[in-house]
């Protein structure tokens, strides 16, 4: 059994059993975003001021998620590294709180 919202475990779980050299079966803990049995939440929002464009949230990979600016930055230490700030569809948005759990900086609240 495992919780589909928590992504590091779940890919974890997916990459073990499909390695098995038996069938097996996952188990998920929270029901899909498709059936009937989903209870949607409030959708959330990236407040611009904090987010700082580092694009953890957009490795969820939710279609809610859409890039408005990009840019390159160089480090103190001259490592280039790629920024991206977004927006989230509020249409599109469940509310499942997966990329405000990616955000370190806490820029995605719900709305």
């Not at 949230?57 to 930055?73: F, K, N, S």
Request: proline share 7%; glycine share 6%; charged share 30%.
């Amino acid at each position: 059994m495992v919780d589909p919202y928590e992504l590091p475990t779940f890919f974890k779980v997916l990459r073990e059993e499909m390695k098995a050299p038996e069938p097996s079966v996952i188990v998920t803990t929270r029901p899909c975003v498709l059936s009937r049995d989903f209870e949607r939440r409030r959708p959330l929002v990236v407040h611009e001021e904090q987010c700082n464009g580092c694009s953890r949230c957009l490795d969820v990979g939710c279609p809610a998620i859409t890039v408005t600016r990009r840019e390159q930055q160089e480090r103190a230490h001259g490592k280039v590294v790629d920024l991206a700030w977004v927006r989230i569809e509020g249409a599109a948005c469940t509310g499942c709180d997966l990329c405000a759990k990616a955000c370190a900086r806490g820029a995605i609240v719900p709305a």
